[in-house]
T-cell receptor, first 116, second 113 residues
Framework: KAGVTQTPRYLIKTRGQQVTLSCSPISGHRSVSWYQQTPGQGLQFLFEYFSETQRNKGNFPGRFSGRQFSNSRSEMNVSTLELGDSALYLC???????????????FGAGSRLTVL | GDSVTQMEGPVTLSEEAFLTINCTYTATGYPSLFWYVQYPGEGLQLLLKATKADDKGSNKGFEATYRKETTSFHLEKGSVQVSDSAVYFCALILKYNNNDMRFGAGTRLTVKP
């Protein structure tokens, strides 16, 4: 069973550009969550999608957006990149909507974004 | 707000030493608790979990017990190996959080031969 696949794994952008990251969840998983990981702030929740609907959003500016497609694949977009957006962006999927002990998050390897 | 506090690292141990990584939490309800591990260049892997008080999660020789009275979920392993070198994250989720898992800052473990 394939795991959570994130593309691209590494990318370099310059300030002001925009970026789109892709996430393919485990087959059968309908919920996709995104997290940002930085050395200073640690792991922070960005947003979560279930059945193509954003159910929850973390405390990030509107430059961060996402969507989910009917096949559960998800993309996140960051517009007008800033130096502080340099981070590892992790996608995680779960079978059902609410994470719990019985419905855990499975993470991908991440997309490492460097903003110059 | 709901949060997790982990002992600061890095932690360096010799092979076969005993490992404890402390984790305490603050939550307004009754969270499910998790330990995730991150190896270099990889994402997070679920190590173990516990969903209610006094539950013990265990996997690959690691154990953690959900202690409601001390709001703790300390990770332990009796004999570490070099291959256990990684960053360990304690995390919690509450039912109303809608997948907004709260992670600790992570503890880097290095095991030397």
């Amino acid at each position: 069973k394939a795991g959570v696949t994130q593309t691209p794994r590494y990318l370099i952008k310059t300030r002001g550009q925009q970026v789109t990251l892709s996430c393919s969840p485990i087959s059968g998983h309908r919920s996709v969550s995104w997290y940002q990981q930085t050395p200073g702030q640690g792991l922070q929740f960005l947003f979560e999608y279930f059945s193509e609907t954003q159910r929850n959003k973390g405390n990030f500016p509107g430059r961060f957006s996402g969507r989910q497609f009917s096949n559960s694949r998800s993309e996140m977009n960051v517009s007008t990149l800033e130096l502080g957006d340099s981070a590892l962006y992790l996608c995680a999927s779960s079978m059902r909507a609410q994470v719990s002990g019985a419905n855990v998050l499975t993470f991908g390897a991440g997309s490492r974004l460097t903003v110059l | 707000g709901d949060s997790v506090t982990q002992m600061e690292g890095p932690v360096t141990l010799s092979e076969e030493a005993f490992l404890t990584i402390n984790c305490t939490y603050t939550a307004t309800g009754y969270p499910s608790l998790f330990w995730y591990v991150q190896y270099p260049g990889e994402g997070l892997q679920l190590l173990l979990k516990a969903t209610k008080a006094d539950d013990k999660g265990s996997n690959k020789g690691f154990e953690a017990t959900y202690r409601k009275e001390t709001t703790s979920f300390h990770l332990e392993k009796g004999s570490v190996q070099v291959s256990d070198s990684a960053v360990y994250f304690c995390a919690l989720i509450l039912k109303y959080n809608n997948n907004d898992m709260r992670f600790g800052a992570g503890t880097r473990l290095t095991v030397k031969p």
